[in-house]
């Protein structure tokens, strides 16, 4: 560690010990590992948020990961049920880089998912359509799920989210990954044929048939998560026959083709949970983001990793959690100016935390 390094955590570590329980800091797994050593608590989005959720003691969230987390954080901590304002007591949720988006959010606008729902209700009733929305999306969007009867899922939950909305209408919109909502309907049965791909750049339906739309039981946005869109069917196949004992599981935001050479697919928390349930001298194949990677290597020196992709797949976005961001952030917030707050507008806010609270609740 050099002493630049050790002056910043020693800097953070100061202003979290004068703060004590009245800042929390929050950290997704992909962040790099001495991110996620000074975080109160790391996990993945699902645990990130019934953090969030709970931390309403708190009085000032530093969340380390992508914006739309630290929207969804600001939702949950800043209003209340019942209530159709601002909490007058405000808990600012502040970013280390408040431009550390996730592309994948930002493939499916409320503009789109609005001209999407006028196009479906053309050819068939959407009061039969359960939006869904991974997590993975801004307020914006959430709010539209929320105003059309609609749910969040996460990749921790999905299943049990499409089980929800399948009891509910007959139909599924799946917002934005389309390779998440493609491996939950395949894991529940849903026939290929009834799984359509809707590509919000194309004029009409999203480039289908009125037909394949009535037929359809599920309809994938066309999102993707340039990370997990990495890891090639080649070298999965390769490394199962090079080393036939692997065990190889990716997270589900990789395609489908990939999925099914797997062991399995399975939120970061599920990934975690295999390495190291897996028993010393196990050979480990893990398709995810490249840093979590790392670090579960490290963490377990009597198990081999086999690297699945061609290149690391670093997301660059959550690599923006930087100690020297970290520590400015934390210094302004020290001083009484909190700067890099995200702040979701009421009405958005509103809406998109009734989504958040049902996926919760179920
Ligand atoms: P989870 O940690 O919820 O599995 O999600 C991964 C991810 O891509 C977050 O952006
Ligand atoms: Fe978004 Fe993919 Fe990065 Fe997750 S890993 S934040 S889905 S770009």
């Not at 962040?31 to 645990?47: E, I, K, N, T, Y």
């Not at 006028?118 to 709010?143: G, M, R, W």
């Amino acid at each position: 560690m050099t002493i630049e390094t050790e002056k910043l955590i020693q800097q953070i570590q100061d202003v979290k010990r004068r703060w004590g329980s009245r800042l929390t800091i929050l950290a997704h797994y992909y962040c790099q590992d001495d991110v996620v050593a000074l975080a109160d608590f790391s996990g993945d989005s699902l645990g990130l948020s019934q953090k969030a959720a709970a931390s309403t003691e708190t009085e000032a969230i530093l969340f380390c990961g992508v914006y739309f987390m630290a929207e969804t954080a600001d939702i949950l901590v800043n209003y209340t049920e019942g209530s159709n304002q601002r909490n007058e007591k405000e808990i600012p949720v502040l970013m280390p880089d408040i431009g550390a988006g996730c592309p994948m959010a930002d493939m499916a606008s409320e503009e789109d998912a609005k001209t999407c729902k006028e196009q479906l209700s053309e050819y068939i009733d959407f009061s039969d359509v359960t939006p869904i929305t991974y997590i993975n999306s801004s307020a914006a969007t959430k709010a539209f799920v929320a105003n059309n009867n609609g749910i969040v899922c996460t990749s921790a939950n999905a299943d049990k989210i499409m089980n929800w909305a399948f009891e509910r209408t007959s139909k599924i919109l799946f917002l934005p990954d389309q390779h998440l909502g493609r491996n939950t309907a395949i894991k529940r049965g849903v026939d290929q044929n009834k799984i359509v791909l809707w590509d919000p750049l194309q004029p009409s339906l999203g480039g289908n048939t009125p037909q394949q739309i009535q037929n359809a039981q599920v309809i994938l946005w066309k999102g993707c998560c340039p990370i997990h869109q990495r890891f090639s069917v080649d070298i999965v196949k390769k490394v199962r026959e090079e080393h036939p004992d692997a065990i190889i599981w990716v997270h589900p935001e990789c395609p489908q083709e990939i999925v099914k050479l797997c062991d399995g697919a399975g939120s970061t928390t599920k990934l975690i949970q295999v390495v190291n349930d897996a028993p010393a001298g196990s050979t480990l194949a893990i398709g995810t983001e490249w840093k979590l990677v790392e670090r579960l290597r490290k963490q377990n020196p009597d198990k081999t990793f086999i690297w699945l992709g061609q290149y690391p797949s670093v997301c660059s976005n959550m690599a923006k959690s930087t100690l020297p961001k970290i520590a400015q952030v934390l210094e302004s917030l020290d001083a009484g100016k909190p700067t890099n707050q995200v702040r979701v507008d009421v009405q958005t806010a509103l809406a998109a935390r009734a989504a958040l609270k049902r996926m919760l609740e179920v």
